[in-house]
């Protein structure tokens, strides 16, 4: 068994926001809203198309009743799948980190809280499905993130170690999984929402793809997850 470098997937692996803003601006359209700027939605865009609807309604001082929401979120899924990879790219680097880290003897994983299947049909339309040992998603366990459960499970369907593996992600949900799991976290502060919570809980953050590599990985399993909120830029 090896260790496992656990990715997030939207903000993290991929810039999926102008795509699920796009999704959400369709939804908005049916409702006879006016279309959010992806500037306002990308803040939200790692949070699930509920979020994104609630955050919407409010900005445009609106309520949405739980029929509604249903309605909504069943024609935001169907636009976003036939649209799912439209302008979404890997970020800058990502590719490179990916290789490095496999030519180290690490595997790859997935953990998101997108559905399942979502997250399989963009990472193959993105040409990168193949890399991943696994890809689990909201509802490929009993419970998903931030319970620990979602990352566990996730590493030992890639045939991991939990005391080998590191969590990557751009959200406060990301690192609390990491620190619920007992696996060191790392912050990408590039993503949708690195916020302060994030940031003081993190074992490192990072400010693009080039500081994540082997040596990063084993300073961080080595002080099983090493000083909280950690900045790269100053030697940490």
Request: proline residues 4%; negative net charge; aromatic residues 4%.
């Amino acid at each position: 068994m090896t260790g496992i470098a656990v990715f997030d997937l939207d903000g993290t692996l991929v810039d999926t926001a102008p795509d699920l803003a796009a999704s959400l601006n369709h939804c908005l359209a049916a409702a006879g809203m006016a279309p959010m700027p992806l500037e306002v939605v990308r803040p939200h865009a790692g949070h699930g198309a509920k979020v994104m609807l609630q955050e919407a309604y409010r900005h445009d001082g609106r309520t949405l009743d739980e029929a509604e929401m249903a309605e909504q979120v069943t024609r935001f899924i169907a636009h976003y799948q036939d649209h799912i990879a439209v302008h979404s790219r890997l970020f800058p680097g990502v590719r490179e980190s990916m290789d490095r880290l496999e030519a180290s003897g690490m595997r790859l994983a997935i953990c998101t809280n997108k559905y399942e299947r979502l997250a399989g049909l963009l990472l193959t339309e993105l040409a990168v499905a193949h890399r991943f040992a696994a890809i689990c998603g909201a509802d490929t366990f009993a419970r998903r993130k931030p319970d620990p459960l979602h990352l566990r499970e996730t590493i030992a369907r890639a045939g991991g170690r939990m005391e080998t593996s590191v969590m990557i992600g751009d959200t406060v949900t990301d690192i609390d999984t990491a620190v619920a799991a007992r696996v060191p976290s790392v912050l990408v502060d590039f993503g949708y929402a690195p916020d302060a919570a994030a940031r003081s809980r993190a074992s490192v953050i990072i400010q693009d793809y080039e500081a994540l590599d082997i040596a990063l990985v084993n300073r961080l399993v080595a002080t099983a997850g090493g000083g909280t909120g950690t900045d790269t830029r100053n030697g940490g």
